[in-house]
C-alpha cells in the first residue's frame, strides 16, 4: 500500500506541495498509522528528498518503502549514486519544471537535469583530448558548466570574484519558505571537488587566466536595473538584491517597484522583517509566471499582513513622501497615485553583466544571465551552461 495525498480536481501545490509549504516527509504520519494495522508493506512519499531522509525512515521502522516522485527527475541515477557515493542532485521541491508543466500542459522537465525528458538524445559527451577550461563566475551557470566540463575529463578552474559561490541563487533562498533553493549550490559544493574542479575564490577572472587555458565560459550573471524617474536617485531608494542579501535593512512603509517575482519575494521578506509593504506594479496581475502551487501562500500572506497591490500602475517619481505613480482604470483612463513610504525598493528586473574580453585569445561562450537569455531563471542557466561546456 502506498500512502498519499492526492487532489486532482484543484490546485497540485495540495498533492505535491512546493519547498517551505509543508514539512519533511509530510504524508508519513498517516503511512505509519496504516502501518500498524496491516500486515503488508507500506510505502510513504513526499518531501522524502534525500537518501539519507529515506534511509532514516527505514530504521525507525516507520514505512517499508521510500517512494520518490521529483526527486527521480532532478537525478534519474540515485540508486546508482547511493551505491557507489557520488553526490545526488536533490530536488528543490520548485514545482517549476514539473508540477507547474503538468498545470500549464507544457513539457515535463526538471530545472536543474538538462538531460530530464531527452534522455535518448542529450548526455555528457566524452571530452576531445586534454584541454583546460577557465570558468568565469561561481553562479548555478557557472558551476553546471564546470561540472559538465569536467565528467567530460577536462581540467577546469572557476573564477569567482566573491567569497561564495551561487550567485543570485544566494538572494534567492532569503524569502521565506525559499531556503531550500541552496540544494542547487550545495550539490556543486559536493560533487566539484570529486571532480577535479578547482575553485578559486574571491578572484575576479583576467585575460592571462582565460589565455592559460584552451577555452573559457563566461558566467558573470546579470545585475538588477532602476526605473530612471525623477527622484531614483534619491537615498530613500535601495535594490531588491541589496535587501535580500541584508546589506541594507528597512523599516517602517516600503513600496516595493515591481510586481514579478523577484518584487514579490522581496516584498514577503520585508513583511518577515516587520515592514508594511505597498507594491506597485505596471501589469493587470501580482506574481505573473509564479507557480500556481506556491501562488495561494504568497496571497495570504499578503492578505495577512493588508499588503496593498497597486496593479496596472506605473511609477513616474519619487518624492521625499513617497512615490507618484498612474494607474490605469477600467475604461483606459489615466489617474494620478500617491503611496507614502519610508523607503522605495526596486524591484524592476535585471540586465546581462558584460565581461572584458580585452585581450582574451581563447575562445569564449557566455552563458547564463550574461548570455542574454532570460535572466534570472534557473532552467535557462543550467541549459545553457549544459550544452555550453558539452560543446568544448
Ligand atoms: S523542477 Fe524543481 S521540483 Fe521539479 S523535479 Fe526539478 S528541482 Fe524538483
Given at each position: 500500500?502506498?500512502?498519499?495525498?492526492?487532489?486532482?480536481?484543484?490546485?497540485?501545490?495540495?498533492?505535491?506541495?512546493?519547498?517551505?509549504?509543508?514539512?519533511y516527509n509530510?504524508?508519513l504520519p498517516?503511512a505509519e498509522?496504516?502501518k500498524a494495522?496491516?500486515?503488508?508493506p507500506v510505502a510513504t512519499?513526499?518531501?522524502v528528498v534525500s537518501v539519507e531522509a529515506g534511509e532514516k525512515i527505514l530504521e525507525d521502522g516507520a514505512a517499508d518503502i521510500i517512494a520518490y516522485?521529483?526527486?527521480?527527475?532532478?537525478?534519474?541515477?540515485?540508486a546508482?549514486?547511493a551505491a557507489?557515493?557520488?553526490?545526488?542532485?536533490?530536488?528543490?521541491?520548485?514545482?517549476?519544471?514539473?508540477?507547474?508543466?503538468?498545470?500549464?500542459?507544457?513539457?515535463?522537465?526538471?530545472?536543474?537535469?538538462?538531460?530530464?525528458?531527452?534522455?535518448?538524445?542529450?548526455?555528457?559527451?566524452?571530452?576531445?583530448?586534454?584541454?583546460?577550461?577557465?570558468?568565469?563566475?561561481?553562479?548555478?551557470?557557472?558551476?553546471?558548466?564546470?561540472?559538465?566540463?569536467?565528467?567530460?575529463?577536462?581540467?577546469?578552474?572557476?573564477?569567482?570574484?566573491?567569497?561564495?559561490?551561487?550567485?543570485?541563487?544566494?538572494?534567492?533562498?532569503?524569502?521565506?519558505?525559499?531556503?531550500?533553493?541552496?540544494?542547487?549550490?550545495?550539490?556543486?559544493?559536493?560533487?566539484?571537488?570529486?571532480?577535479?574542479?578547482?575553485?578559486?575564490?574571491?578572484?575576479?577572472?583576467?585575460?592571462?587566466?582565460?589565455?592559460?587555458?584552451?577555452?573559457?565560459?563566461?558566467?558573470?550573471?546579470?545585475?538588477?536595473?532602476?526605473?530612471?524617474?525623477?527622484?531614483?536617485?534619491?537615498?530613500?531608494?535601495?535594490?531588491?538584491?541589496?535587501?535580500?542579501?541584508?546589506?541594507?535593512?528597512?523599516?517602517?512603509?516600503?513600496?516595493?517597484?515591481?510586481?514579478?517575482?523577484?518584487?514579490?519575494?522581496?516584498?514577503?521578506?520585508?513583511?518577515?522583517?516587520?515592514?508594511?509593504?505597498?507594491?506597485?506594479?505596471?501589469?493587470?496581475?501580482?506574481?505573473?509566471?509564479?507557480?500556481?502551487?506556491?501562488?495561494?501562500?504568497?496571497?495570504?500572506?499578503?492578505?495577512?499582513?493588508?499588503?496593498?497591490?497597486?496593479?496596472?500602475?506605473?511609477?513616474?517619481?519619487?518624492?521625499?513622501?513617497?512615490?507618484?505613480?498612474?494607474?490605469?482604470?477600467?475604461?483606459?483612463?489615466?489617474?494620478?497615485?500617491?503611496?507614502?513610504?519610508?523607503?522605495?525598493?526596486?524591484?524592476?528586473?535585471?540586465?546581462?553583466?558584460?565581461?572584458?574580453?580585452?585581450?582574451?585569445?581563447?575562445?569564449?561562450?557566455?552563458?547564463?544571465?550574461?548570455?542574454?537569455?532570460?535572466?534570472?531563471?534557473?532552467?535557462?542557466?543550467?541549459?545553457?551552461?549544459?550544452?555550453?561546456?558539452?560543446?568544448?
Amino acid at each position: 500500500i502506498q500512502v498519499a495525498q492526492a487532489n486532482h480536481t484543484g490546485n497540485m501545490g495540495d498533492t505535491i506541495p512546493p519547498m517551505g509549504a509543508m514539512p519533511y516527509n509530510w504524508t508519513l504520519p498517516v503511512a505509519e498509522r496504516v502501518k500498524a494495522l496491516v500486515s503488508v508493506p507500506v510505502a510513504t512519499v513526499g518531501r522524502v528528498v534525500s537518501v539519507e531522509a529515506g534511509e532514516k525512515i527505514l530504521e525507525d521502522g516507520a514505512a517499508d518503502i521510500i517512494a520518490y516522485g521529483r526527486s527521480l527527475m532532478c537525478d534519474p541515477d540515485i540508486a546508482l549514486k547511493a551505491a557507489t557515493g557520488e553526490p545526488i542532485r536533490e530536488c528543490l521541491n520548485c514545482n517549476k519544471g514539473c508540477v507547474d508543466a503538468i498545470q500549464n500542459r507544457k513539457y515535463i522537465s526538471c530545472v536543474l537535469n538538462a538531460e530530464n525528458g531527452d534522455e535518448a538524445t542529450i548526455a555528457i559527451k566524452p571530452g576531445e583530448g586534454d584541454k583546460k577550461i577557465a570558468v568565469v563566475g561561481g553562479g548555478i551557470a557557472g558551476l553546471e558548466a564546470a561540472r559538465v566540463a569536467a565528467k567530460r575529463g577536462y581540467d577546469v578552474t572557476v573564477y569567482e570574484a566573491s567569497d561564495h559561490l551561487g550567485g543570485q541563487i544566494v538572494l534567492a533562498a532569503a524569502p521565506p519558505r525559499k531556503d531550500e533553493i541552496m540544494r542547487s549550490v550545495e550539490y556543486y559544493e559536493k560533487i566539484l571537488p570529486g571532480l577535479g574542479v578547482k575553485v578559486e575564490l574571491n578572484h575576479a577572472a583576467t585575460a592571462e587566466d582565460l589565455n592559460a587555458a584552451d577555452a573559457a565560459i563566461v558566467a558573470v550573471g546579470a545585475h538588477d536595473v532602476v526605473i530612471p524617474v525623477p527622484g531614483a536617485d534619491s537615498d530613500k531608494v535601495v535594490s531588491s538584491w541589496d535587501v535580500l542579501a541584508g546589506k541594507v535593512e528597512l523599516a517602517g512603509r516600503v513600496a516595493v517597484i515591481g510586481g514579478g517575482l523577484v518584487g514579490t519575494e522581496t516584498a514577503e521578506y520585508l513583511l518577515q522583517h516587520g515592514c508594511e509593504v505597498a507594491i506597485v506594479e505596471m501589469l493587470d496581475k501580482i506574481a505573473a509566471g509564479e507557480s500556481e502551487t506556491i501562488l495561494p501562500l504568497i496571497m495570504s500572506d499578503f492578505a495577512e499582513h493588508n499588503v496593498e497591490q497597486h496593479v496596472k500602475t506605473r511609477l513616474t517619481a519619487i518624492t521625499d513622501e513617497g512615490v507618484e505613480a498612474v494607474r490605469t482604470t477600467e475604461d483606459g483612463a489615466e489617474e494620478p497615485v500617491k503611496i507614502a513610504c519610508d523607503y522605495v525598493v526596486m524591484a524592476v528586473g535585471s540586465k546581462a553583466n558584460a565581461f572584458d574580453l580585452d585581450g582574451v585569445t581563447v575562445p569564449v561562450t557566455c552563458v547564463g544571465d550574461c548570455s542574454g537569455e532570460r535572466t534570472a531563471d534557473i532552467a535557462s542557466a543550467i541549459r545553457t551552461a549544459y550544452h555550453a561546456a558539452n560543446e568544448l
